[in-house]
């Protein structure tokens, strides 16, 4: 066995942990902790992490956070790079032990005479006190959901979690036991009790349905009849997390992803690149639509890869969406279409972008949507976006006018100050028009949102206009008349686009709908409002598509895109002369002489003749009337 020696220190090391990626080594050194890497040249990072000896480290494979605790009688949180996230209160004794569970969602203290299950922000689930001495050592079971102790007395402790609970809609769900589940529909008080045959492992409630995972079996229940579930075998025992979604729920286990319909059936199984293992995975990494799926690279922290949630197929080309910076968090909308759905990330420096999972590509370049984001939720009705940030709820009445028209899309934003919630509160639910947000200690807040934006999306997907006019003109609001305009332009409306617009005070681009109204084409329509949303590309090729080459040849000259103008009038045979006159009456104006090739070589062979130009274009436009 080969050996070798990282580090030799004047005091005792208590504790050891290997990093997720086995590339580094932490230990404990006096009141610091340290990581070494395992490269000869690299420099560890030293930090003092507690005012007393650190007796306890553990850092966790899925969520990449770092657990200690010391005789200063704290236990806390760091990330990866030393930076602390939580600090726990003064206890009475010093912690001797601290343990992740297997999935990174709670971890375990020990102390004298006391036992503590966490949540992984670091409040506290439970508490015992067994007269068993200090506790030195604790380790989960695999499915986590037992936990062992080694006890100063000499004994070891056994220890089920239970009592966990589920809330969605008027449905209240409660692991009582280990093989029993209390549900409760608080609108009515009619309770219900499961006996199951195996311990719970994995529960979640969401969609109208209850999915429970026992060591053999998982059930999938109605909330319309608990009595009849769906019974099925997972494929692993250990399983990591469920994720729901209107039509279908994923479960990860230890092995893989499999995709399964509330009937029991499953529907595909997609394939982790370069043979990674589903216990890598966290729920935040991973995020399911009714057609799309979404997971963050093991490898390639900086790259989604999207899936289709019907075949297990890559999307499209197989092309990742590509990030510049380490990805956190992923969440895809849950309504609508596949043209309707998005893909939210949040990065390392807590920005948000979002992107169409339809127009990915290895070159696209993401768009940002806002900074410092703490928290994120879809609405699961219809496609409404809401953040946390710096004590203010952010939400997005319709984040795809970041796509449509970026100069509305601040009115659209509505933010509310919530510093009730305290420091790093979580967004748990987004249902309807209520917001569920846990806060730092643990309790539960739940917020009411306006109605007007979710009735305003049904009434534009039912296609009534005038009824959604009315609705703006009832609330009086600035951000749903926004909203509407947004929606106008993806629908092509111009009537309902033009009122919008004026209700917001756009004047220059009510100005430029009439302009749209009296065109004859309705190609050249269509191309004019994408171009309003700012897709030059697509309205180009609208034009192209529809024959309309002179139009897509002005398009570039009104834009400056002089090499594009020419490129298309050479292709095409047709206006070379209408752009060489247009790029020298422009060079004209600004004093400059002509620097490109192309232009000079095509200058050599055409000649400029106006009358011949202007006669040309007249004859475009009125092929372009009849």
Same mark, same amino acid.
């Given at each position: 066995?080969?050996?070798?020696?990282?580090?030799?220190?004047?005091?005792?090391?208590?504790?050891?942990?290997?990093?997720?990626?086995?590339? =580094?080594?932490?230990?404990?050194?006096?009141?610091?902790?340290?990581?070494?890497? &395992?490269?000869?040249?690299?420099?560890?990072?030293?930090?003092?992490?507690?005012?007393?000896?650190?007796?306890?480290?553990?850092? +966790?494979?899925?969520?990449?956070?770092?657990?200690?605790?010391?005789?200063?009688?704290?236990?806390?949180?760091?990330?990866?790079? %030393?930076?602390?996230?939580?600090?726990?209160?003064?206890?009475?004794?010093?912690?001797?032990?601290?343990?992740?569970?297997?999935?990174?969602?709670?971890?375990?203290?020990?102390?004298?005479?006391?036992?503590?299950?966490?949540?992984?922000?670091?409040?506290?689930?439970?508490?015992?006190?067994?007269?068993?001495?200090?506790?030195?050592?604790?380790?989960?079971?695999?499915?986590?959901?037992?936990?062992?102790?080694?006890?100063?007395?000499?004994?070891?402790?056994?220890?089920?979690?239970?009592?966990?609970?589920?809330?969605?809609?008027?449905?209240?769900?409660?692991?009582?036991?280990?093989?029993?589940?209390?549900?409760?529909?608080?609108?009515?008080?009619?309770?219900?009790?499961?006996?199951?045959?195996?311990? !719970?492992?994995?529960?979640?409630?969401?969609?109208?349905?209850?999915?429970?995972?026992?060591?053999?079996?998982?059930?999938?229940?109605?909330? =319309?009849?608990?009595?009849?579930?769906?019974?099925?075998?997972?494929?692993?025992?250990?399983?990591?997390?469920?994720?729901?979604? $209107?039509?279908?729920?994923?479960? !990860?286990?230890?092995?893989?992803?499999?995709?399964?319909?509330?009937?029991?059936?499953?529907?595909?199984?997609?394939?982790?690149?370069? %043979?990674?293992?589903?216990?890598? &995975?966290?729920?935040?990494?991973?995020?399911?639509? #009714?057609?799309?799926?979404?997971?963050?690279?093991?490898?390639?922290?900086?790259?989604?890869?999207?899936?289709?949630?019907?075949?297990?197929?890559?999307?499209?080309?197989?092309?990742?969406?590509?990030?510049?910076?380490?990805?956190?968090?992923?969440?895809?909308?849950?309504?609508?279409?596949?043209?309707?759905?998005?893909?939210?990330?949040?990065?390392?420096?807590?920005?948000?972008? &979002?992107?169409?999972?339809?127009?990915?590509?290895?070159?696209?370049?993401?768009?940002?949507?806002?900074?410092?984001?703490?928290?994120?939720?879809?609405?699961?009705?219809?496609?409404?976006?809401?953040?946390?940030?710096?004590?203010?709820?952010?939400?997005?009445?319709?984040?795809?006018?970041?796509?449509?028209?970026?100069?509305?899309? #601040?009115?659209?934003?509505?933010?509310? $100050?919530?510093? $009730?919630?305290?420091?790093?509160?979580?967004?748990?639910?987004? +249902?309807? =028009?209520?917001?569920?947000?846990?806060?730092?200690?643990?309790?539960?807040?739940?917020?009411?949102?306006?109605?007007?934006?979710?009735?305003?999306?049904?009434?534009?997907?039912?296609?009534?206009?005038?009824?959604?006019?009315?609705?703006?003109?009832?609330?009086?609001?600035?951000?749903?008349?926004?909203?509407?305009?947004?929606?106008?332009?993806?629908?092509?409306?111009?009537?309902?686009?033009?009122?919008?617009?004026?209700?917001? %005070?756009?004047?220059?681009?009510?100005?430029?709908?009439?302009?749209?109204?009296?065109?004859?084409?309705?190609?050249?329509?269509?191309?004019?409002?994408?171009?309003?949303?700012?897709?030059?590309?697509?309205?180009?090729?609208?034009?192209?598509?529809?024959?309309?080459?002179?139009?897509?040849?002005?398009?570039?000259?009104?834009?400056?895109?002089?090499?594009?103008?020419?490129?298309?009038?050479?292709?095409?045979?047709?206006?070379?002369?209408?752009?060489?006159?247009?790029?020298?009456?422009?060079?004209?104006?600004?004093?400059?002489?002509?620097?490109?090739?192309?232009?000079?070589?095509?200058?050599?062979?055409?000649?400029?003749?106006?009358?011949?130009?202007?006669?040309?274009?007249?004859?475009?436009?009125?092929?372009?009337?009849?």
């Amino acid at each position: 066995m080969l050996r070798s020696t990282l580090a030799q220190l004047p005091c005792c090391i208590y504790s050891v942990v290997w990093s997720p990626e086995s590339d =580094n080594v932490l230990y404990t050194n006096g009141k610091q902790l340290v990581i070494k890497p &395992l490269q000869p040249s690299a420099k560890p990072l030293t930090w003092k992490a507690h005012d007393g000896i650190v007796l306890k480290v553990d850092w +966790n494979s899925v969520n990449n956070l770092i657990l200690s605790g010391g005789e200063d009688c704290k236990y806390k949180i760091w990330d990866s790079y %030393g930076r602390p996230l939580y600090s726990s209160a003064i206890h009475d004794y010093p912690i001797t032990s601290v343990s992740w569970s297997p999935d990174g969602n709670l971890f375990t203290v020990g102390s004298f005479n006391m036992l503590r299950l966490c949540d992984r922000s670091g409040w506290s689930h439970g508490l015992e006190k067994p007269t068993t001495g200090s506790v030195f050592n604790v380790a989960w079971s695999m499915d986590g959901t037992q936990v062992a102790a080694a006890c100063a007395d000499g004994h070891v402790m056994l220890a089920h979690c239970i009592e966990k609970r589920l809330e969605w809609c008027e449905f209240e769900v409660t692991l009582t036991g280990r093989k029993t589940i209390e549900v409760r529909n608080v609108v009515n008080d009619a309770h219900e009790t499961l006996e199951l045959r195996d311990r !719970v492992i994995k529960m979640s409630l969401a969609f109208k349905h209850l999915v429970v995972v026992t060591s053999s079996q998982c059930l999938v229940y109605s909330t =319309n009849n608990f009595n009849t579930p769906a019974i099925f075998d997972p494929r692993d025992g250990n399983i990591s997390f469920i994720q729901q979604c $209107e039509k279908h729920f994923l479960i !990860v286990d230890h092995v893989g992803l499999y995709i399964y319909s509330y009937e029991g059936r499953q529907i595909c199984s997609p394939k982790l690149p370069g %043979g990674v293992r589903g216990s890598s &995975l966290s729920i935040r990494t991973v995020s399911l639509s #009714p057609d799309v799926l979404a997971v963050r690279d093991v490898k390639n922290d900086h790259s989604v890869m999207l899936y289709d949630a019907n075949s297990g197929k890559l999307l499209g080309d197989g092309a990742p969406v590509v990030h510049t910076m380490e990805i956190l968090t992923v969440h895809l909308s849950q309504c609508g279409p596949m043209s309707d759905r998005f893909l939210a990330i949040i990065d390392k420096n807590h920005d948000l972008y &979002l992107t169409p999972v339809r127009k990915t590509s290895s070159n696209h370049r993401l768009p940002k949507l806002a900074s410092m984001v703490q928290s994120l939720k879809w609405n699961s009705n219809v496609n409404i976006l809401c953040g946390l940030r710096d004590m203010k709820l952010l939400v997005w009445f319709y984040p795809r006018a970041l796509f449509l028209d970026k100069d509305i899309l #601040p009115q659209t934003l509505h933010e509310r $100050e919530c510093s $009730e919630f305290g420091k790093n509160p979580e967004l748990c639910d987004f +249902n309807e =028009n209520t917001v569920i947000v846990r806060r730092a200690d643990g309790s539960i807040c739940s917020i009411s949102n306006m109605p007007y934006p979710a009735m305003l999306h049904r009434l534009v997907a039912a296609d009534k206009w005038n009824e959604a006019v009315r609705l703006c003109r009832f609330a009086k609001l600035k951000s749903l008349w926004a909203c509407l305009a947004s929606m106008t332009l993806k629908e092509k409306d111009l009537a309902t686009a033009e009122i919008a617009y004026a209700a917001i %005070g756009e004047v220059d681009k009510v100005e430029y709908l009439k302009h749209i109204k009296s065109i004859p084409s309705k190609e050249v329509r269509t191309a004019e409002i994408t171009l309003l949303s700012g897709s030059v590309n697509e309205a180009e090729a609208i034009l192209i598509q529809g024959g309309f080459i002179y139009r897509a040849i002005q398009l570039n000259l009104d834009l400056f895109h002089w090499e594009r103008a020419l490129e298309l009038a050479v292709k095409h045979k047709t206006h070379v002369d209408t752009v060489l006159g247009y790029r020298q009456v422009y060079l004209n104006q600004i004093h400059k002489q002509e620097t490109s090739n192309k232009f000079k070589q095509y200058s050599k062979g055409v000649e400029i003749n106006w009358q011949n130009i202007e006669s040309k274009i007249e004859m475009e436009l009125e092929k372009e009337g009849k």
